[in-house]
């Protein structure tokens, strides 16, 4: 048999090892901790986006992926039935994949940066009315619920700031400002941004501060240990610091705020929707709605693109016809 230098080149190049999708996810979710400097929760969703690409891709090699391949995945993408915004998020997570793989020598092309995002207009964010978030933020009461002076803090605290539930979880003491009427959130990329505080969040607060947040610390065996040995209270809240706290005295997680605001909206009767980011939207429509500048509820939301917080513009109706009235020859 004579011997084929061509045939077994083709062989090694064959058999060369190629990187498989863990150690690829790995490395990506590495390269956009250490050299984007995204925050945490940025990266568990890129985490989520990328392992959804990688159940389509199946055993499809990623170089052979071109164009009309991906337009596929984002078909797929819309039979899971993902929301648009959803869906314009893992196409984005996508493009700064297919440009890791640039950097680390495994594609030449981005096939990805050729992608439309789907029309985020398709779905208007939902929007409480001024009269249901009266409703929302009183339906904590005295007897009906444990830590009723906490969860009508925190939904005044959503309503007052339009801040995102990581941002109000995350939110401690000395970032609050009670005599200024203000608070220091720290958003997404660790970018921090005052935000005002209205009259009766305040005081919201500070009848949790008064009456519950110490009668939930005494359940902390933590703190109980420490007030043991230091009184001192600047070192007493060096170790718990947040400034709301779960009914044992700890931390409270981005799920339990969640279902504090679903529990207290199936209470009044509002859309099972209802969620965290519906008071951000709440926010943002209602101050547009009373004539506050576009450039100041970005600087509120930390919205790092004006145009998204343009889609607050287009949501209340009430504003739009009201404007016509007045200035339509025939309105």
């Known amino acids: 048999m004579k011997f084929n230098p061509r045939r077994r080149t083709l062989r090694v190049q064959h058999v060369e090892a190629q990187p498989d999708k863990q150690s690829r996810l790995e490395g990506f979710l590495r390269y956009i901790t250490r050299e984007l400097h995204l925050a945490e929760n940025s990266v568990a969703a890129y985490r989520r986006d990328m392992e959804h690409f990688f159940r389509w891709l199946g055993n499809r090699s990623i170089q052979r992926l071109q164009v009309d391949a991906l337009a596929d995945y984002v078909v797929w993408l819309e039979k899971r039935h993902l929301a648009p915004a959803s869906r314009a998020r893992h196409i984005v997570s996508l493009r700064i994949f297919f440009r890791y ?62 801040c995102r539930c990581s941002e109000l979880v995350n939110l401690k003491l000395r970032d609050i400002h009670e005599a200024e009427g203000y608070c220091l959130c720290t958003g997404k990329g660790d970018k921090q941004r005052i935000v005002p505080l209205g009259r009766q969040a305040i005081a919201a607060f500070r009848l949790w ?86 450039r100041q509820v970005q600087e509120m939301l930390g919205h790092a693109s004006i145009a998204t917080t343009q889609i607050y513009t287009h949501v209340d109706m009430t504003r739009l016809k009201t404007v016509h009235a007045k200035h339509h020859p025939r309105g």
């Open 101 to 162: 793989l640039q950097l680390e020598g495994e594609l030449s092309d981005n096939p990805a940066e050729l992608l439309g995002s789907p029309k985020l207009w398709e779905r208007m964010p939902q929007v409480l009315t001024p009269g249901q978030v009266v409703q929302l933020l009183s339906a904590p009461e005295e007897g009906s619920d444990k830590l009723w002076l906490r969860d009508r803090a925190i939904l005044e605290f959503f309503y007052a700031t339009g």
């Open 209 to 294: 501060m008064k009456i519950e947040r110490e009668m939930v610390l005494n359940r902390n065996s933590s703190y109980m240990q420490l007030l043991g040995r230091n009184t001192e209270e600047t070192k007493l809240e060096s170790k718990i610091p947040w400034a709301f706290l779960s009914f044992k005295g700890y931390k409270m997680r981005r799920e339990a705020m969640w279902n504090l605001i679903k529990k207290y909206a199936d209470r009044i009767g509002a859309p099972s929707e209802i969620s965290p980011h519906t008071l951000r939207h709440s926010f943002a429509t209602h101050m547009l709605a009373r004539g506050a500048d576009l």
